[in-house]
């Protein structure tokens, strides 16, 4: 362990012992799946009252409008839950962005709704325990013990805590932007990459994609002829996006909607791939992709062909400042007798949406579990005051200038 000064070693004490053990199962007594709005209404409102410790107004933000398509090629607009927003200290030298999430993959029908011990103490199971109502139990206890410091007055920064992460923050993104402007670094506080505290580095990017294929109907034995498959059209557009697959990009056509009786020619099908594309670059070449298998597949087939969606999560790559930054977090960490090392992962989260406004980030500063999006996801209990000092420490090092 290093050297900590005297302000440091209070600081880091004083984030460890925030009670956020009976945070984490406050809010995880909540289902805040990312659908069900009156969920995220409860557990909105208790996290506003929490971050009201710090200084600043804490608003409750109505997201932006989200449009999806149904399965029968219509858009329809998707309701999402509001989303937590706190500006600190806009002037001060030092702006920082901590960004979190409320909502889980868990619907309000799933099975997973209660909390059990794994081992009593020691390891928690429960929905959203490490993804990631621990992380912002975390991120609050860093930042209550650094407003503690003397080095707050130099430190300004806002914090987002979005409604609709587990599903794009497609309601979210904009709010996400604005904030990162401007900003030395941001935090984010998903759940480390392993369960021994490593750090995700960088990350793909996903987008999400529906193709409304409109064809022609016919009687399938009288006059096929005069149809236009629509369904034959989906299926050739997914396995020549699934052809694509190779270095650099991933391809899943996930599901075909629409079809007809079988003595009827269909003339609706609905088409949804997921494409991750690592690079920017590849990213591009994935856009040019889609635009040239629309192209060719409605000409080759005589349909008409509506693509929906965008890449709502840009590749995250390692950049010189990334690493600077990932550094600083190693360094703290060795202050603290903590080993952090980071890797690549093939996840994407917000830390993509920040990373693309040019502001490093490091997006797994939560705690240490597992088993995540499944009912066996599960919180190490000691990793919330590990990650707390570590995430103060950083904060206090980013205020200094360091």
């Not at 103490?121 to 410091?149: C, H, Q, R, T, Y």
């Not at 759940?191 to 999400?208: H, V």
């Not at 791939?273 to 635009?291: C, E, F, H, Y």
Request: with cysteine; charged share 20%.
């Amino acid at each position: 362990m290093g050297e900590l000064t005297s302000l440091e070693q209070k600081c880091v004490e004083a984030a460890a012992a925030e009670p956020m053990l009976a945070q984490v199962e406050n809010w995880s007594a909540v289902n805040s799946g990312s659908r069900n709005l009156d969920g995220l209404g409860i557990i909105g409102a208790r996290l506003a009252g929490a971050f009201s410790d710090l200084p600043g107004d804490v608003a409750m933000l109505e997201p932006a409008r989200v449009e999806a398509v149904d399965a029968n090629g219509k858009a329809f607009e998707v309701p999402h839950g509001r989303n937590l927003h706190l500006k600190v200290r806009p002037d001060a030298p030092v702006q920082l962005l901590f960004t979190g999430h409320m909502d889980t993959v868990f619907g309000i029908d799933h099975a997973f709704q209660s909390l059990s011990w794994l081992e009593p103490g020691k390891v928690l199971n429960g929905p959203g325990v490490a993804d990631m109502k621990g992380g912002i139990a975390v991120m609050l206890a860093a930042l209550k013990a650094v407003e503690a410091s003397p080095l707050a007055s130099v430190l300004g920064y806002e914090v987002v805590i979005n409604s609709d992460e587990e599903v794009g923050s497609l309601g979210s993104a904009s709010l996400i932007a604005e904030a990162a402007r401007g900003k030395r670094a941001a935090l984010t506080y998903e759940p480390s990459a392993l369960p021994d505290g490593t750090l995700a580095g960088a990350r793909p990017g996903s987008g999400n994609f529906s193709f409304a294929v409109h064809g022609r109907s016919a009687h399938a034995g009288r006059n096929p002829e005069e149809g236009r498959n629509a369904l034959v059209a989906a299926a050739d557009l997914a396995l020549r996006l699934k052809a694509a697959v190779g270095p650099g990009l991933k391809v899943n056509p996930a599901k075909i909607d629409g079809g007809s009786p079988n003595n009827v020619v269909p003339d609706i099908a609905v088409l949804r791939v997921n494409l991750r594309p690592s690079t920017l670059d590849d990213q591009a070449r994935a856009q040019a992709l889609i635009d040239g298998s629309v192209a060719a597949v409605a000409a080759e087939h005589d349909v008409r062909i509506h693509a929906h969606g965008h890449f709502a999560r840009p590749p995250k790559p390692m950049t010189p400042e990334a690493e600077t930054l990932f550094k600083l977090v190693q360094q703290a960490g060795a202050d603290l007798g903590q080993t952090i090392g980071w890797k690549s992962t093939g996840g994407v989260c917000d830390g993509n949406n920040i990373a693309a406004c040019g502001v490093p980030v490091i997006d797994t500063m939560g705690v240490r579990g597992g088993s995540i999006h499944s009912m066996e996801e599960y919180l190490i209990v000691d990793s919330l005051a590990e990650r707390a000092a570590l995430s103060a420490l950083t904060i206090l090092r980013l205020a200094e200038g360091a």
